[in-house]
């Protein structure tokens, strides 16, 4: 009866020790299992690796250790199985030379995924310096199809924590058609010269969430295009770029709207512009709303307070036709600091459709240029004021579009 007894705890404790393991998932590992070695190029291995952690039903760990390897154009796809981490300790490298990569395709690429992690330190660069220099949009016109360093795409419930993007040929982020997507501790590098390097572009997403985030680039440093809906940016850090903007909109049919974006406890250094929500003239038609800049730090910022109904990059557009995006509940409060530019606050409506329920609250930003102190500007909008305001509240006249 007792050998019984320990042949039966025994089973069960193996039972329950497989079944332990097969929760636990596997680990994949470029290195030991699928032999990368530093300095060469690994996509054929972390492809195979994807495929086969993906396959498997519990939750699984694809591991890329400390080195620095070579990465060509890879789409990691599912669905998978169950959820999946990446732990990305290394530095991947993208091919410098633009004319190696495929116009089609974005430099790493995550699709139709349910609960991806990303975390473990490790950096995504896109080698961009040779691109910048040939995609000069805002002088020709033209831009070159050039990958993005990280495209999400489709995803729901994803973390990307503690990750680091760097000189991406072009954004350094895009979001596309996800639900429940954070960015925990992420960080953003490239020059502010660096051209068409926007740091995080969100569209048709919802529920996406920047926090803690360092973000260090040549062109926004969060843009949000349409569809995009509960949006949170929290504790950002922001510059050199062009701030963090809503926008640009109206300039393809049947854009979708956007709504509920809240930007919070943020700072932004050095940069063209602060936060802003910006639509093409004679644009499309389309919605804004529900869009809120709460504690803002300001430090030598262009244009910190802008909404600009009038945007028109190139200088070839037809601002005599105004925007057909109708902006509303839009507030601006407690926001602080130090203004690079005499026009401090900026807020354009379209003339065709007018802004509603605009707030602007408790401004503080200063200039010390020649020109004398800080301005404000007011046009195609009856906004609320509360508590106090430095400049006064649109004191400089409305320029003719």
């Known amino acids: 009866m007792g050998t019984m007894t320990t042949i039966s705890i025994k089973s069960i404790y193996l039972l329950l020790l497989v079944g332990y393991v097969a929760a636990q998932g596997g680990v994949f590992d470029l290195v030991t299992k699928y032999g990368a070695k530093p300095d060469k190029e690994i996509s054929q291995a972390l492809l195979t690796a994807w495929k086969e952690a993906c396959a498997v039903p519990t939750p699984s760990t694809i591991v890329i250790p400390k080195g620095t390897f070579v990465l060509n154009q890879v789409s990691l796809g599912g669905p998978c199985k169950a959820p999946i981490t990446l732990r990305l300790e290394a530095i991947l490298k993208a091919p410098a030379d633009p004319a190696k990569l495929k116009t089609d395709l974005e430099w790493v690429t995550f699709r139709n995924i349910d609960h991806l992690t990303m975390i473990g330190g490790g950096t995504f660069d896109g080698q961009g310096k040779t691109a910048w220099s040939n995609n000069d949009c805002k002088a020709t016109g033209k831009c070159s199809k050039l990958p993005n360093n990280l495209s999400f795409n489709f995803l729901t419930n994803a973390v990307i924590q503690e990750i680091t993007s760097l000189d991406s040929k072009l954004f350094h982020v ?77 300039k393809y049919p049947q854009e979708e709207p956007v709504v509920g974006i809240f930007v919070r406890n943020c700072t932004i250094t050095g940069t063209d512009n602060g936060v802003r929500v910006k639509t093409w003239p004679a644009s499309k038609p389309g919605k804004a709303s529900d869009i809120h800049f709460e504690n803002i730090i300001m430090n030598n910022v262009s244009n910190p307070v802008l909404i600009d109904q009038e945007y028109c990059p190139s200088g070839q557009c037809t601002k005599q036709i105004p925007s057909k995006v109708k902006i509303s509940k839009v507030s601006f409060k407690n926001i602080r ?14 003339r065709g459709i007018p802004c509603d329920g605009v707030e602007v609250a408790d401004i503080d930003l200063t200039y010390s240029g020649k020109e004398g102190p800080a301005t404000s500007q007011c046009a195609n909008v009856k906004p609320t004021f509360i508590g106090k305001m430095n400049p006064p509240a649109c004191t400089a006249p409305a320029q003719p579009a």
């Open 337 to 350: 600091g130090t203004s690079r530019t005499q026009l401090a606050v900026k807020i354009v409506c379209s």
């Open 174 to 250: 895009n979001v596309l058609g996800c639900k429940n997507i954070s960015f925990v501790r992420f960080t953003i590098t490239a020059p502010g010269d660096s051209l068409n390097t926007d740091g995080i572009h969100i569209g048709r997403s919802t529920g996406v969430k920047i926090m803690e985030s360092n973000i260090k680039t040549g062109d926004d440093c969060v843009s949000i295009g349409d569809g995009s809906q509960q949006v949170t940016i929290e504790k950002v850090t922001c510059g050199p770029g062009h701030g963090i903007a809503v926008g640009s909109l109206g």
